[in-house]
């Protein structure tokens, strides 16, 4: 168990609709990053979050968008859905403060548009 | 903008047959380079961190080692439970992102 924690797991929904999806960072982390992995491209970085302030954006399209609250949860909201936009969306969390910055991640939400 | 190329994409290996996955990569500065496991379904597992060029790790069956443009994880006398894909990913230098760019992964299968 990596301490990061995803909700929901899995998640079928049609084209066209909006979804929200949940992220726990291990306790005492203060960075977040949110990937999406399908099968032809891998492992993808969308978007990084350090202790509220974003920091970074990757390969995120418009129609997503991201946040973390005070108490450092995340929450990747994804809008007007594509079936292209079918994948397992991983949170990850670290604490580069320490110089460590490997991060850990999470089980995964795996999003089923229809 | 950082590459990371893994090769094989897949490796069959029978039980106790030593081997090696290759990870080749291009990045304007190297913070590190990190090896993860990933078994279907599931979330990337760590395993090792490489910072410089000579360093080299070891956890259990596994070596990590790391020149100034590859990387190399050793898998000795594997067994079934070693079966997964492995992914190679590079941080750079600069910056407060400390985000990674994952190579497409090499896909390992143990037989007994």
């Known amino acids: 168990d990596s301490g990061v924690t995803q909700t929901p797991k899995h998640l079928i929904t049609a084209t066209g609709q909006r979804v929200t999806l949940r992220c726990s960072p291990r306790?005492?982390?203060?960075?977040v990053y949110w990937y999406q992995q399908s099968l032809d491209q891998g492992l993808q970085f969308l978007i990084h979050?350090?202790?509220?302030?974003?920091?970074a954006k990757g390969n995120i399209l418009e129609r997503f968008s991201a946040q973390q609250f005070p108490d450092l949860h995340s929450e990747l909201n994804l809008s007007s859905l594509e079936l292209g936009d079918s994948a397992l969306y991983f949170c990850?969390?670290?604490?580069?403060?320490?110089?460590?910055?490997?991060?850990?991640f999470g089980q995964g939400t795996r999003l089923t548009v229809v | 903008e950082d590459q990371v190329t893994q090769s094989p994409e897949a490796l069959r290996l029978q039980e106790g047959e030593s081997s090696s996955l290759n990870c080749s990569y291009t990045?304007?500065?190297?913070?590190?380079l990190f090896w993860y496991r990933q078994d279907p379904g599931k979330g990337p597992e760590f395993l090792f961190t490489?910072?410089?060029a000579g360093e080299e790790k070891e956890k259990e069956r596994l070596k990590a080692t790391l020149t100034k443009k590859e990387s190399f994880l050793h898998i000795t006398a594997p067994k079934p439970e070693d079966s997964a894909t492995y992914l190679c990913?590079?941080?750079?230098?600069?910056?407060?992102?400390?985000?990674?760019?994952f190579g497409k992964g090499t896909l390992l299968t143990v037989n007994p």
């Open positions: 490489l910072y410089s």
């Open positions: 306790s005492g982390d203060l960075s």
């Open positions: 990045v304007s500065g190297l913070r590190g």
């Open positions: 979050y350090y202790n509220g302030e974003e920091r």
């Open positions: 990913a590079v941080q750079a230098n600069g910056g407060s992102n400390y985000k990674l760019t």
């Open positions: 990850a969390s670290n604490f580069h403060s320490t110089g460590n910055t490997e991060a850990f």
